[in-house]
């Protein structure tokens, strides 16, 4: 097996990938991803921009919007921010989630011709190693969606080497990687306490390696892109 990375932010030249793209968001699109699943969520349509999401809202049945703009505040008019803490305590059953976030769903709108695409976070990161190894992969492409020009984005990158690790085979130590989780430089933003819509709990509900046992592969319905679990 092969691997690649991209980093969604970067000025690069970024080929379409023929095999299968990972797309990583731990802080937060696809840890609040898998929590709304984990909540009963039937499945996850992530929409670039505020506007589109509201649209698509108002097509769908038994919506919940979830979103945030670039910097993690909420999405105005949306029924809930991009706070995974937030909706472990929410009833989603049954409820199709409109997720428009600022890095996350960009990346896989980026990738969305992949043959095989995933949505990914550390809490689903062993599930989604052997998602990928059932599924016969020869390379496997790993975007970075967290790196911007004041933040490194290792919380992203720990994901990758993990899921990277499980997949050549080694037995790595989970913990080593939820610790680049918080002290990455987003990580530490949600520790300083000091950014009202960066709350704590988000952190550590990111930091939680393999806490979930379902991945979240990505497929294309029309014009549409859905997440939905594997198990």
């Not at 987003?186 to 709350?199: I, K, Y």
Request: aromatic share 8%; charged share 20%; proline share 6%.
């Amino acid at each position: 097996m092969r691997f690649s990375r991209i980093f969604l932010n970067r000025l690069q030249n970024q080929p379409g990938a023929e095999d299968t793209v990972v797309v990583i968001d731990v802080l937060r699109s696809f840890t609040t991803a898998a929590v709304a699943l984990a909540q009963g969520a039937s499945a996850i349509y992530p929409v670039e921009g505020v506007a589109a999401a509201m649209v698509l809202t108002g097509r769908i049945q038994d919506p919940v919007s979830v979103g945030a703009v670039v910097g993690g505040d909420p999405a105005p008019g949306f029924d809930f921010g991009n706070s995974p803490s937030q909706l472990i305590q929410a009833d989603l059953a049954g409820k199709n989630i409109v997720l428009s976030t600022a890095a996350g769903v960009c990346g896989l709108q980026r990738f969305r011709r992949a043959p095989r695409l995933y949505a990914a976070s550390l809490v689903c990161a062993r599930a989604t190693a052997e998602a990928i190894r059932a599924a016969g992969a020869k390379e496997v492409c790993f975007v970075i969606t967290g790196e911007w020009v004041d933040r490194d984005g290792d919380e992203d990158i720990a994901c990758a080497d993990y899921i990277e690790s499980l997949l050549r085979g080694d037995q790595p130590a989970p913990e080593a990687f939820a610790q680049r989780v918080r002290d990455s430089d987003f990580g530490q933003r949600f520790t300083a306490g000091t950014w009202p819509n960066l709350p704590l709990a988000d952190l550590e509900l990111a930091a939680q390696p393999d806490l979930y046992s379902f991945a979240m592969p990505v497929i294309r319905e029309d014009e549409h892109l859905i997440i939905r679990t594997t198990g």
